[in-house]
């Protein structure tokens, strides 16, 4: 018996032996050597290896020949594998050599492309550069002839066109350079020409004026001596000629007159063919000068430079007048020096008034009102009255105003146009603070969470509120030394930002919001952006009041309107969702392809139609996502609650009204029970969905009630409870109460006219069909009690 254990324990033990890892093999030989058997043990531990040793040598024998038919394939491989390798050295070799003269000539063909591209941008770059040239050369010859009125031309299309197409290059700003010189060389031209032709008018004015008594006096006498004949032929041909040759001269030398005697006097009196014709005045003048000068300041635009030399002679005039008035006595008198002002002062009005209304620079402006601010300051500090020139200061405020809003309407648009209508990513707390500097955002939420995180509105609303302030600025600095009042200053700056508002950014908003390709997210960005704009209203009214020193509370302080005009552009906005949202739905109902004869269906229960499937998931989706429901990525901005439960009660009811036009369509002219069952499972689709809460906040079957007039409808007409709706027609507890007499009976009729005509055509069955008789009956009956509750309510 112990022997059998023995041999047992010793089996375990080898078997133990076989299966454990050899690192764990120690306790067990310790267990065989802690008994008295180890020699027994080792005798079968033998036998065992033995028999492992047979079963190995078997596996050998049995694969060795496998392994001498593997060793024998290999060698044979070798074999090939050598000649392959020969093979491919061989191809490589011709490859290479080949490849050579392959390399050299794409070498050379990508010379000749690199060659080809330069051929083609040098010449790309002359076909800007020649008319550059071609056009500086007309502008020498021009100048050359004295053409200073083409040559203006030529330098305008040069500067705004041939040399911006041209390039940067180095004869490009040498001719940049030079045509403001050129520009003022032919001002200074023409005006000394003026200034010549002037003089020589003052020293001949006395042949002038004898040749215009000649001509009266002739005049008389011819009267008297004739019968009257029309002024015309003597005098009048006369004025009208000189004016006639001038633009005749203009025209010929393309708008510049030229004179060869630009003394302003001609010679006449060789060309006299009648010497009881008496010359003119305006045929001893040559007026060339004059329209020449008209010409080219007509042309040139107005500088600060000239503002300030016309300021500075006139100041220069009344400084000697003043001090000529001071330190003489009997030269001038005061009286004579104030009439003198008072003349000088409405004709500068009335110039400043013609000249400033041309300008469209807001820039250009405000130089302008700042040097006329410092000339009026001048002549007040020696005693000349200026008030008249502050209030045409005040007059072109309106005019700094509207070009101020035009400038900032441009600016609106291309941030308006800039905008990705995202939420702005900030992964920084540098780009935070950057953003909140930028704009007044409050929303300690937001300041707790991590980086990165998003702002909620778009890039548009910093830049936005960043432009009104500069704006703001822009109309302080004009309101600033014209003696006004802070009260003043401050109303000023008020009503041209609420113009800025109502107006301007209005117009730029409704532009985006109306704009083509403009989606769901864009629009529901705007919403956010204008949220987060109208709460910033009152961060303007305080920095006007800051830079103003006004407090917003003052009595009679006008207020900004911006909260208007936000809300107002965030309901177009809302409006527009609304709109697109259901044109989105549109698109879905015209895939709807009902089949108005189908049969009532069998025992299995019927499935949604595929388009009704497809309409629901995109709605799901849509709300999903701008609604931020849980397990939504945030990726688009949130849509508002209130607009949320607006948008999806009116996707809803627009689904419904839809659904019930398709049933009532006139073109529809029958239907049957089968098609009736099929659109009420379309209906449950659709009230799955409005149960299913896709948006927040509606109170209990809120969303229901959208589909609430086809159910009832539907109902009526699978159940057949017609019993019901004609014997509560009428109470407010009525069960069909939203299904009009109207609907019931125009769905009866389609419903009937396919029964009507089935019983025509079986019509000699038909007097054996007890049921048939009985349901056509209660039609007729149904149809005519319908017809009976509209006449009552007609009545």
Same mark, same amino acid.
């Given at each position: 018996?112990? &022997?059998?254990?023995?041999?047992?324990?010793?089996?375990?033990? #080898?078997?133990?032996?076989?299966?454990?890892?050899?690192?764990?093999?120690?306790?067990?030989?310790?267990?065989?050597?802690?008994?008295?058997?180890?020699?027994?043990?080792?005798?079968?531990?033998?036998?065992?290896?033995?028999?492992?040793?047979?079963?190995?040598?078997?596996?050998?024998?049995?694969?060795? *020949?496998?392994?001498?038919?593997?060793?024998?394939?290999?060698?044979?491989?070798?074999?090939?594998?050598?000649?392959?390798?020969? %093979?491919?050295?061989?191809?490589?070799?011709?490859? %290479?050599?080949?490849?050579?003269?392959?390399?050299?000539?794409?070498?050379?063909?990508?010379?000749?492309?690199? *060659?080809?591209?330069?051929?083609?941008? !040098?010449?790309?770059?002359?076909?800007?550069?020649?008319?550059?040239?071609?056009?500086?050369?007309?502008?020498?010859?021009?100048?050359?002839?004295?053409?200073?009125?083409?040559?203006?031309?030529?330098?305008?299309?040069?500067?705004?066109?041939?040399?911006?197409?041209?390039?940067?290059?180095?004869?490009?700003?040498?001719?940049?350079?030079?045509?403001?010189?050129?520009?003022?060389?032919?001002?200074?031209?023409?005006?000394?020409?003026?200034?010549?032709?002037?003089?020589?008018?003052?020293?001949?004015?006395?042949?002038?004026?004898?040749?215009?008594?000649?001509?009266?006096?002739?005049?008389?006498?011819?009267?008297?001596?004739?019968?009257?004949?029309?002024?015309?032929?003597?005098?009048?041909?006369?004025?009208?000629?000189?004016?006639?040759?001038?633009?005749?001269?203009?025209?010929?030398?393309?708008?510049?007159?030229?004179?060869?005697?630009?003394?302003?006097?001609?010679?006449?009196?060789?060309?006299?063919?009648?010497?009881?014709?008496?010359?003119?005045? %305006?045929?001893?003048?040559?007026?060339?000068?004059?329209?020449?000068?008209?010409?080219?300041? !007509?042309?040139?635009?107005?500088?600060?430079?000239?503002?300030?030399?016309?300021?500075?002679?006139?100041?220069?005039?009344?400084?000697?007048?003043?001090?000529?008035?001071?330190?003489? *006595?009997?030269?001038?008198?005061?009286?004579?020096?104030?009439?003198?002002?008072?003349?000088?002062?409405?004709?500068?009005?009335?110039?400043?008034?013609?000249?400033?209304?041309?300008?469209?620079?807001?820039?250009?402006?405000?130089?302008?009102?700042?040097?006329?601010?410092? =000339?009026?300051?001048?002549?007040?500090?020696?005693?000349?009255?200026? &008030?008249?020139?502050?209030?045409?200061?005040?007059?072109?405020?309106?005019?700094?105003?509207?070009?101020?809003?035009?400038?900032?309407?441009?600016?609106?648009?291309?941030?308006?146009?800039?905008?990705?209508?995202?939420?702005?990513?900030?992964?920084?707390?540098?780009?935070?603070?950057?953003?909140?500097?930028?704009?007044?955002?409050?929303?300690?939420?937001?300041?707790?969470?991590?980086?990165?995180?998003?702002?909620?509105?778009?890039? =548009?609303?910093?830049?936005?509120?960043?432009?009104?302030?500069?704006?703001?600025?822009?109309?302080?600095?004009?309101?600033?030394?014209?003696?006004?009042?802070?009260?003043?200053?401050?109303?000023?700056?008020?009503?041209?930002?609420?113009?800025?508002?109502?107006?301007?950014?209005?117009?730029?908003?409704?532009?985006?919001?109306?704009?083509?390709?403009?989606?769901?997210?864009?629009?529901?960005?705007?919403?956010?952006?204008?949220?987060?704009?109208? *709460?910033?209203?009152?961060?303007?009214?305080?920095?006007?009041?800051?830079?103003?020193?006004?407090?917003?509370?003052?009595?009679?302080?006008?207020? #900004?309107?911006?909260?208007?005009?936000?809300?107002?552009?965030?309901?177009?906005?809302?409006?527009?969702?609304?709109?697109?949202?259901?044109?989105?739905?549109?698109?879905?109902?015209?895939?709807?392809?009902?089949?108005?004869?189908?049969?009532?269906?069998?025992?299995?229960?019927?499935?949604?139609?595929?388009?009704?499937?497809?309409?629901?998931? =995109?709605?799901?989706?849509?709300?999903?996502?701008?609604?931020?429901?849980?397990?939504?990525?945030?990726?688009?901005?949130?849509?508002?609650?209130?607009?949320?439960?607006?948008?999806?009660?009116?996707?809803?009811?627009?689904? &419904?009204?839809?659904?019930?036009?398709?049933?009532?369509?006139?073109?529809?002219?029958?239907?049957?029970?089968?098609?009736?069952?099929?659109?009420?499972?379309?209906?449950?689709?659709?009230?799955?969905?409005?149960?299913?809460?896709?948006?927040?906040?509606?109170?209990?079957?809120?969303?229901?009630?959208?589909?609430?007039?086809?159910?009832?409808?539907?109902?009526?007409?699978? %159940?057949?409870?017609?019993?019901?709706?004609?014997?509560?027609?009428?109470?407010?507890?009525?069960?069909?109460?939203?299904?009009?007499?109207?609907?019931?009976?125009?769905?009866?009729?389609?419903?009937?006219?396919?029964?009507?005509?089935?019983?025509?055509?079986?019509?000699?069955?038909?007097?054996?069909?007890?049921?048939?008789?009985?349901?056509?009956?209660?039609?007729?009956?149904?149809?005519?009690?319908?017809?009976?509750?509209?006449?009552?309510?007609?009545?």
């Amino acid at each position: 018996m112990a &022997s059998v254990e023995t041999a047992a324990e010793h089996e375990r033990i #080898l078997r133990e032996i076989e299966s454990t890892d050899t690192n764990c093999i120690g306790p067990t030989l310790r267990s065989v050597y802690d008994g008295q058997e180890h020699g027994l043990f080792m005798e079968k531990l033998d036998a065992r290896i033995r028999n492992h040793d047979r079963e190995i040598e078997k596996m050998c024998n049995h694969h060795f *020949q496998g392994f001498v038919d593997s060793i024998t394939e290999l060698l044979k491989v070798r074999g090939e594998a050598q000649k392959l390798k020969s %093979q491919v050295t061989d191809t490589n070799r011709r490859l %290479q050599d080949d490849g050579k003269d392959l390399i050299s000539s794409m070498e050379e063909l990508k010379q000749c492309r690199v *060659q080809q591209r330069n051929i083609a941008t !040098t010449i790309d770059k002359l076909t800007h550069c020649l008319p550059v040239l071609e056009m500086y050369s007309r502008l020498q010859e021009q100048m050359k002839a004295k053409r200073y009125y083409p040559a203006l031309r030529t330098l305008e299309q040069l500067e705004q066109t041939c040399l911006p197409r041209a390039g940067h290059y180095r004869f490009c700003s040498i001719m940049a350079e030079n045509i403001p010189k050129l520009r003022t060389h032919i001002r200074d031209t023409a005006m000394t020409q003026l200034r010549d032709f002037l003089e020589s008018i003052r020293k001949h004015s006395d042949k002038i004026g004898e040749a215009a008594i000649k001509q009266a006096q002739l005049q008389r006498s011819l009267d008297s001596s004739v019968s009257p004949q029309p002024r015309a032929l003597i005098g009048r041909r006369s004025r009208k000629e000189p004016g006639a040759r001038a633009r005749t001269e203009i025209d010929e030398h393309g708008g510049s007159p030229v004179s060869e005697q630009d003394s302003g006097i001609l010679d006449v009196e060789d060309d006299e063919e009648d010497e009881d014709e008496v010359p003119g005045a %305006q045929d001893l003048v040559d007026f060339s000068p004059v329209y020449r000068c008209l010409h080219i300041y !007509t042309v040139l635009h107005e500088t600060l430079e000239g503002y300030r030399r016309y300021f500075n002679q006139i100041v220069g005039f009344f400084v000697v007048e003043d001090h000529v008035l001071h330190t003489t *006595q009997g030269l001038v008198n005061r009286a004579y020096v104030e009439e003198l002002w008072e003349l000088a002062l409405s004709k500068i009005v009335a110039a400043l008034r013609t000249h400033s209304s041309y300008c469209d620079d807001p820039d250009l402006v405000l130089d302008l009102k700042n040097l006329i601010v410092l =000339f009026a300051d001048t002549l007040q500090g020696y005693g000349f009255p200026v &008030s008249q020139l502050f209030d045409m200061l005040l007059e072109m405020r309106e005019q700094y105003g509207e070009i101020l809003l035009k400038r900032w309407n441009i600016t609106f648009r291309q941030v308006l146009d800039q905008d990705n209508f995202s939420p702005i990513p900030v992964s920084t707390e540098q780009e935070y603070r950057h953003y909140t500097s930028q704009f007044p955002l409050q929303d300690p939420e937001l300041d707790k969470l991590p980086f990165p995180k998003k702002l909620p509105f778009s890039e =548009f609303v910093p830049k936005v509120y960043c432009q009104l302030k500069e704006f703001i600025y822009a109309c302080l600095k004009y309101s600033e030394d014209l003696h006004l009042s802070s009260t003043e200053v401050d109303d000023m700056i008020r009503k041209s930002t609420n113009l800025l508002l109502t107006r301007t950014l209005s117009n730029c908003l409704q532009y985006g919001i109306k704009k083509k390709n403009v989606g769901l997210a864009e629009l529901v960005q705007v919403i956010i952006n204008t949220t987060h704009l109208e *709460q910033s209203c009152h961060f303007l009214e305080e920095f006007i009041s800051n830079i103003t020193n006004v407090p917003p509370d003052t009595v009679n302080a006008t207020k #900004l309107y911006g909260t208007s005009t936000f809300k107002d552009a965030r309901h177009a906005a809302e409006a527009e969702i609304y709109t697109s949202l259901n044109a989105k739905i549109d698109q879905f109902l015209q895939l709807a392809d009902y089949d108005w004869m189908a049969a009532v269906p069998g025992s299995g229960s019927p499935t949604a139609s595929d388009y009704l499937v497809d309409l629901i998931a =995109f709605l799901k989706s849509t709300f999903s996502v701008f609604t931020n429901l849980p397990g939504t990525p945030v990726e688009h901005a949130t849509l508002p609650g209130k607009v949320a439960q607006t948008a999806c009660m009116s996707a809803c009811k627009h689904i &419904s009204t839809s659904l019930m036009q398709l049933l009532l369509d006139p073109e529809v002219r029958q239907i049957s029970m089968g098609a009736l069952h099929q659109l009420n499972t379309d209906v449950k689709e659709c009230e799955s969905f409005a149960r299913a809460g896709p948006v927040a906040g509606f109170q209990g079957d809120t969303l229901l009630l959208a589909f609430s007039d086809l159910r009832q409808l539907l109902e009526l007409f699978t %159940q057949w409870d017609w019993s019901t709706y004609l014997a509560d027609y009428g109470k407010p507890t009525c069960k069909y109460l939203r299904v009009s007499p109207h609907t019931a009976l125009a769905l009866l009729e389609k419903l009937f006219k396919p029964m009507k005509e089935t019983s025509r055509k079986n019509n000699v069955f038909a007097q054996f069909r007890k049921t048939d008789r009985d349901r056509q009956k209660l039609i007729d009956t149904i149809i005519k009690q319908l017809r009976n509750l509209i006449a009552q309510h007609h009545t």
